[in-house]
């Protein structure tokens, strides 16, 4: 791959470009993309112009530029997160429906846990999730729960790591943590009273793929009152194995009897009966450069 002067591929820096974009930068004009991603000015009105080209990035009439949406059109195309959470909404609906408050989906993405998906009542308790948005992992109910199943060298590095105090509650001691993880794999749940909100309390169950991993955290984020928290332990953990079924027969062996329908949509689409049936067959235009 071709190199910058300054060793830096061509990939490396559009890689800077994308992450400059956050959940609370989402218009960025060159000067702040030039700033954020510590390229060089021309160097970013370079390959900015490249990716607006590619559809990559969308060109706003104010000359901001936010991320285009042939990237989240490439991105639902795999079968990780985005497959995860298409099989997992079905039953992050069900939960909601009976909550009535958040119900959200989380992956361990580094040190932290990046939410797939957050449904919410307008009248819910306060959340500081946000679709794509990270919470450190010893802060929120559903990091806890990937945390707490994660290697012993992984967690190491964690407690070693800064433990961001949102309010009195929240976990900041190591010896702390560990004791707390221990717990959780005990339990086999987690339970956040006011880690990142006073009035907010968030509870998690893991949810298991292939081979028994932990794939991800499903969590509700409820008030912190003194309403019974085992009643949605129990909700969560029928909708984590209804998950871990769907998942299961997703990535099954196509002539296995236990196997969803669908042929190779049914890792990326979770669809009526009849229409992962049709799906395989269905007819399809060729489209130039896709």
Not at 46 to 75: C, H, N, S
Not at 160 to 185: C, H, N, W
Request: aromatic share 6%.
């Amino acid at each position: 791959m071709a190199r910058s002067s300054g060793g830096r591929s061509a990939l490396s820096r559009v890689m800077q470009v994308f992450t400059a974009f956050d959940v609370d930068a989402v218009f960025l004009n060159i000067s702040q993309l030039s700033v954020r991603s510590g390229l060089p000015l021309a160097t970013t009105h370079r390959i900015v112009a490249e990716m607006e080209d590619f559809g990559l990035l969308e060109r706003q009439p104010d000359k901001t530029y936010r991320l285009g949406v042939r990237l989240w059109e490439i991105a639902c195309r795999t079968p990780g997160a985005l497959g995860l959470r298409e099989i997992a909404m079905p039953h992050l609906q069900s939960v909601q429906s009976r909550v009535r408050q958040h119900t959200q989906l989380g992956i361990l993405e580094g040190q932290e846990v990046l939410f797939l998906e957050r449904l919410s009542a307008r009248d819910a308790v306060v959340n500081v999730t946000l679709v794509g948005g990270r919470l450190p992992l010893h802060a929120s109910s559903s990091g806890l729960v990937l945390l707490a199943h994660a290697d012993d060298e992984f967690q190491h590095d964690v407690f070693s790591g800064e433990l961001f105090r949102y309010t009195e509650q929240t976990v900041q001691s190591p010896d702390a943590l560990r004791r707390l993880l221990q717990k959780i794999r005990r339990d086999g749940f987690a339970i956040g009273n006011g880690f990142i909100h006073p009035d907010a309390r968030g509870i998690a169950v893991p949810v298991r793929g292939v081979n028994d991993t932990i794939v991800a955290g499903l969590s509700v984020v409820v008030p912190n009152d003194d309403a019974p928290t085992l009643p949605l332990v129990r909700l969560l953990q029928g909708a984590s194995a209804a998950i871990t079924q769907d998942l299961l027969a997703a990535y099954t062996p196509p002539n296995d009897p236990q196997s969803a329908p669908g042929g190779r949509f049914r890792q990326l689409v979770s669809s009526s009966a009849d229409s992962m049936e049709y799906l395989p067959t269905a007819p399809r235009p060729t489209r130039a450069g896709r």
